[in-house]
């Protein structure tokens, strides 16, 4: 925590500027963030409640009989929309994990932290907390002035009005996901019903404390303490990163503008004053979510929320001077924060990106819901001889990787007249995994050496489209049969 000694502006409305007044010597051990309007303030909230609508809501959407987003562990499957994964399609969480991965790299190569100040979770349920609290209990002097009151009714009112809707809002969110895992009506049912197992009941106590201490207690000390990709950020930088700047040569020597000079025109204040732009209003520090002064250069804990750059506009305009005295600029700062994304790195990262993605659809689009594994027979000797025949034994595995009860032929594709002994037509329930023997044979006569390769196909019997193949040996002794037959 900061003991930092703060500069307080004893306003209760920041939108008067007769009221910019300030008072110096409460050491702080607490954020208390100002309330503010802006650009940014706005971009956040219009990102931020369709993300959040979007976690609550998904569950609740039904496809196919079931929540449009279900992980059921139990059954080892993972409802997404109109798909149903399993655990052998890792690796397009793997390819997913590394798309968001990158992409997250390329844009903060590009502008920083912004997925920190706008989209993470973190942000955004302390954002929801702190909106919360300023409804409980006012905008930031009066919360200051809250916690310094001893306690009496007025406080124990507005406390618990804040923590009960913390806790509310907590429950919520943990109840939401752990409905990801459990399906929604389900949960609600058994959960009120007191009939669902101790260990949901774990998992929703769990990420309801979470959420709360998180979001309501612990806030930008996650950010700076705990988060370990604000400590990776520095090297993704480079002089062309757009990030969140105060323009020091405009802004030094900073100095208090006195209430009289703030309230006279613009012209008399430029007159009367040869300091900086910067009036050390502190507004900057005061908005800040994690408790920095960006008048001291780009920190690693800055999460590029961008609302110290609304709130240094509004004391720009106040004061009558152009906005800009804080923003989004990179170290080279000549072109637009587009003309950033027209560099090498930027392109390659671009590329790579979009090759990524390129082949994870792909891999979606094409995906066969039908698996099938060959594995040769270990105990077995090589092959065998029955009558004209050369006779290989495998274990098939097949995978029903659809959400109902499939009917799969098997089949040896090759050229030559290999056939299959056993097991050609197989029932398979949804997701299940059916492991069986196979005897695949070639007529002595069609042997040509001693090992060849086959694919044996498992195709769905209606939908011969659906077919999935593996590649393996056929083991045979062709050499001596050969020179038996010359
Ligand atoms: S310094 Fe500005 S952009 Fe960075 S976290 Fe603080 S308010 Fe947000
Ligand atoms: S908000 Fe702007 S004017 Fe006020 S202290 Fe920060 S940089 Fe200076």
Avoid at 402 to 422: D, F, H, K, M
Wanted: aromatic share 10%; proline share 4%; with cysteine.
């Amino acid at each position: 925590m900061s003991d930092r000694i703060h500069a307080i502006n004893v306003s209760s409305s920041s939108d008067d500027s007769s009221q910019v007044r300030y008072v110096d010597g409460y050491v702080s051990s607490k954020v208390y963030t100002r309330r503010i309007r802006g650009l940014f303030q706005r971009l956040r909230r219009r990102i931020a409640i369709p993300l959040v609508m979007l976690f609550v809501l998904t569950p609740w959407f039904i496809i196919d009989g079931r929540p449009a987003m279900l992980f059921d562990l139990s059954a080892q499957k993972f409802h997404v929309l109109w798909m149903t994964f399993w655990p052998q399609d890792g690796i397009l969480l793997a390819w997913l994990l590394i798309i968001a991965a990158f992409l997250l790299f390329a844009v903060t190569v590009w502008i920083g932290r912004v997925w920190c100040g706008f989209s993470c979770p973190q942000t955004i349920w302390t954002q929801m907390f702190i909106w919360i609290e300023d409804k409980c209990e006012g905008d930031r002097n009066r919360r200051m002035k809250l916690d310094q009151m001893p306690w009496g009714w007025e406080k124990l009112r507005r406390k618990s009005a804040t923590h009960s809707l913390w806790l509310l809002v907590s429950l919520i969110s943990s109840f939401t996901f752990v409905a990801y895992f459990y399906g929604p009506v389900e949960l609600l049912r058994d959960a009120l019903r007191f009939e669902a197992s101790l260990e949901t009941y774990f998992w929703l106590f769990t990420f309801t404390a979470m959420t709360y201490l998180n979001a309501g207690w612990l806030r930008e000390q996650v950010c700076k303490y705990m988060c370990p990709y604000s400590r990776i950020q520095s090297v993704m930088y480079d002089s062309d990163t757009f990030v969140v700047a105060y323009d020091q040569e405009r802004g030094e020597p900073r100095g208090v503008v006195t209430k009289n000079a703030t309230l006279k025109s613009g012209e008399a204040l430029a007159a009367s004053s040869a300091k900086g732009d910067c009036v050390d209003c502190s507004w900057c520090v005061q908005v800040c979510p994690v408790d920095i002064d960006i008048r001291e250069g780009l920190q690693p804990e800055c999460i590029a929320c961008g609302l110290c750059i609304d709130a240094c506009d509004m004391v720009m305009e106040k004061v009558q001077k152009p906005s800009g005295l804080i923003r989004f600029q990179s170290e080279h700062v000549k072109g637009s924060i587009w003309s950033r994304l027209a560099r090498p790195r930027m392109i390659g990262y671009s590329m790579a990106l979009l090759l990524m993605m390129g082949v994870f659809s792909n891999t979606i689009l094409t995906r066969v819901p039908l698996g099938v594994d060959v594995i040769r027979d270990r105990g077995m000797h090589l092959y065998r001889v029955r009558n004209d025949r050369i006779e290989n034994v495998y274990t098939v595995k097949i995978k029903n990787m659809e959400t109902q009860i499939n009917r799969v032929v098997l089949s040896v594709a090759e050229g030559a007249p290999y056939r299959l002994r056993s097991h050609r037509v197989v029932e398979l329930d949804p997701g299940e995994l059916l492991t069986l023997p196979i005897r695949v044979t070639l007529p002595k006569d069609q042997v040509q050496f001693s090992q060849s390769t086959i694919h044996v196909v498992a195709e769905i019997l209606d939908r011969p489209e659906t077919r999935a193949r593996q590649k393996t040996l056929f083991m045979a002794p062709a050499m001596r049969l050969k020179l038996a037959g010359q």
